[in-house]
């Protein structure tokens, strides 16, 4: 019912700045909380990220101060603006969504996964 495409990965020196995008496509009623997470080899899924449908945000210690989530309802697109990007911060980096969909039931929805790769 919804599909959730990411972009704007890529492999980027230590200093260096990316801005991944994740738009929301297909039926829903209306999005709830939108999440970025990230997965390095041989870690755990951890929240980058999140931003909920009051415009309130979260963000993990580590990457407070350097980025910054956004959305755009009117194109159910989430943003995450990555500056000052560190070699740690390289990732597989994933949307998240939670939607209420048309028949009023909430769901979850996964991006595809983008890689990011900060070099030193």
């Known amino acids: 019912q919804v599909q959730l495409v990411e972009s704007g990965g890529g492999l980027v020196q230590a200093g260096g700045s990316l801005r991944l995008s994740c738009a929301a496509s297909?039926?829903?009623?209306?999005?709830?909380?939108m999440t970025w997470y990230r997965q390095a080899p041989g870690n755990q899924r951890e929240l980058v990220a999140q931003?909920?449908?009051?415009?309130?945000?979260d963000y993990a210690d580590s990457v407070k101060g350097r980025f910054t989530i956004s959305r755009d309802d009117a194109n159910n697109t989430v943003y995450l603006q990555m500056n000052s990007l560190k070699p740690e911060d390289t990732a597989v980096y994933y949307c998240?969504?939670?939607?209420?969909?048309?028949?009023?039931?909430?769901?979850?929805?996964w991006g595809q996964g983008t890689q990011v790769t900060v070099s030193s």
């Open positions: 931003i909920r449908r009051d415009g309130t945000t």
């Open positions: 297909g039926r829903f009623f209306s999005i709830n909380t």
């Open positions: 998240n969504v939670l939607v209420t969909l048309t028949t009023r039931l909430p769901y979850i929805y």
